[in-house]
């Protein structure tokens, strides 16, 4: 069975300090995929980023970045001088290669306030 | 693409009354989920399909709630009676491609339910 765990439920910082966010995962599949999705106040949820089981290099892409370890199922994701547009709620999640018809599990998700 | 619509955006009604929820997937995507976020349980995998067949609905909470999915373009979420614990947003979201695990959601805008 797959399952995410998001341990931070708020933080809270000052704009332009970094804010990582903590995923660790539960998987018996070798292959899989994780996700970042952002829930703004407004309410949609928008995807972020994706990340292959099989592939750990770690990226930056613009003020986001992120660190997957298999070792210790851990995706963190890490906003760089964070931006009061960036409060929002952000949700890891995980896909199974082999889970029937495309399951995503979501974790309980994470509320960050970025204060000016 | 108009990507994934819901409809109503907003719904009140009164208890033990039907509510019906409806989505249009993204055209081509084969993949679609219904989700319902709430403060206490975060955001929590009701059903999903694949191919217009149900695949697990373990997360339907009650015989309350029924999903259908008639055709690749249109899918329903009816909770007859509802309850006003059954208050929420619901999400719906589609993938594209059976097996392709490593492609995100694409979500809708919400239904926010409110049942008085």
């Known amino acids: 069975a797959q399952k995410v765990t998001q341990a931070q439920t708020e933080i809270s910082v000052v704009e332009k300090e970094d804010v990582t966010l903590d995923c660790v995962y539960e998987?018996?599949?070798?292959?899989?995929?994780l996700f970042w999705y952002k829930q703004p106040p407004s309410g949609e949820l928008v995807f972020l980023i994706r990340r292959n089981s099989f592939d750990e290099q770690n990226e930056i892409s613009g003020r986001y970045s992120w660190n997957f370890q298999k070792s210790t199922s851990s995706f963190n994701f890490t906003i760089t001088a964070s931006q009061v547009v960036d409060s929002a709620v952000y949700f890891c999640?995980?896909?199974?290669?082999?889970?029937?018809?495309?399951?995503?599990?979501f974790g309980g998700g994470t509320r960050v306030l970025v204060k000016p | 693409d108009a990507g994934v619509i819901q409809s109503p955006r907003h719904e009140v009604t009164e208890m033990g009354q039907e509510v019906t929820l409806r989505c249009k997937p993204i055209?081509?995507?084969?993949?679609l989920f219904w989700y319902r976020q709430t403060m206490m349980r975060g955001l929590e995998l009701l059903i999903y399909?694949?191919?217009?067949?149900?695949?697990?609905d373990s997360g339907m909470p009650e015989d309350r709630f029924s999903a259908k999915m008639p055709n690749a373009s249109f899918s329903t979420l009816k909770i007859q009676p509802s309850e006003p614990r059954d208050s929420a947003v619901y999400f719906c979201?589609?993938?594209?491609?059976?097996?392709?695990?490593?492609?995100?959601?694409?979500f809708g805008q919400g239904t926010r339910l409110t049942v008085v």
């Open positions: 999640a995980l896909s199974e290669a082999k889970a029937a018809g495309n399951k995503l599990t």
């Open positions: 399909f694949n191919n217009n067949v149900p695949i697990d």
């Open positions: 979201a589609s993938r594209p491609k059976t097996g392709a695990s490593n492609t995100e959601a694409f």
């Open positions: 055209s081509g995507h084969n993949s």
């Open positions: 998987t018996r599949d070798t292959t899989y995929y």
